[in-house]
């Protein structure tokens, strides 16, 4: 299949620490996304990062990609019990147009 | 703007009995729309997806069918339900004029139990 794996599964930190998700997948891409998901309800978008890309921020998330090693790592700086939700990489692969592929997520945990 | 319109927000159906779940996307047109499953605590699982009236892409043979009947409406069905069907369905959609996907919009989803 085209994605891989996400780890960690679970993460749980404290406040204003930093959360660090990573994903593999498995074929060349045009394009990688985060979303994240809370409980029980639709994915919402958070960022995209360009295969030509290496880096990417948006407010507090840190996107990176390394093509060479197939893998992307979305960091929360800051964490707020807020950012509590599940994670979830996707892929859009080099020639799959408009085919989105998911992981399987890491469910992040902020404790106040 | 555009929204999107998932509906039931829950359901359980018994093995066997049909199944129809439809979405709607307003305020855009030509969308890409799809269908996703989510079992519990999992990722997404992409079902069905579609770049026109007409034209259904299938990612997985199952037992379910999906249909686009008008521009912004995306069907999800089943003529007879097994438990494994059970799950958290999910319809997106993203903007039809870009030759690849950078966003999808998600509904907020349907807990189907099949019993």
């Known amino acids: 299949s085209q994605q891989g794996e996400e780890d960690p599964q679970a993460l749980s930190i404290q406040e204003g620490e930093n959360a660090t998700m990573n994903c593999s997948y498995k074929?060349?891409?045009?394009?990688l996304q985060w979303y994240r998901q809370n409980s029980g309800r639709g994915l919402v978008h958070l960022i995209l990062i360009r295969s030509n890309e290496r880096e990417k921020h948006s407010g507090r998330l840190r996107v990176t990609l390394d093509t060479s090693k197939k893998s992307s790592s979305l960091l929360i700086t800051a964490s707020r019990a807020a950012d509590t939700a599940s994670y979830f990489c996707?892929?859009?692969?080099?020639?799959?147009?408009?085919?989105?592929?998911f992981g399987a997520g890491t469910r992040l945990f902020v404790k106040a | 703007s555009q929204t999107i319109h998932q509906w039931p927000a829950t359901l359980v159906q018994p093995v066997g009995s049909p199944l129809s779940l439809e979405c709607t996307v307003e305020g855009t047109s030509n969308p890409n729309l799809y269908w996703y499953r989510q079992a519990a605590g999992r990722g997404l699982q992409l079902l069905f997806y579609s770049v026109g009236i007409g034209q259904i892409s299938s990612e997985v043979p199952q037992n379910l069918s999906a249909s686009r009947p008008q521009d912004r409406q995306f069907i999800l069905s089943s003529k007879k339900l097994l438990l494994s069907d059970s799950g958290f369905y999910l319809c997106a959609w993203s903007p039809g004029r870009l030759a690849t996907n950078e966003k999808l919009f998600f509904g907020s989803g349907t807990q189907l139990s099949v019993l």
């Open positions: 074929t060349s891409i045009n394009n």
């Open positions: 996707a892929t859009v692969a080099l020639r799959g147009g408009f085919k989105t592929i």
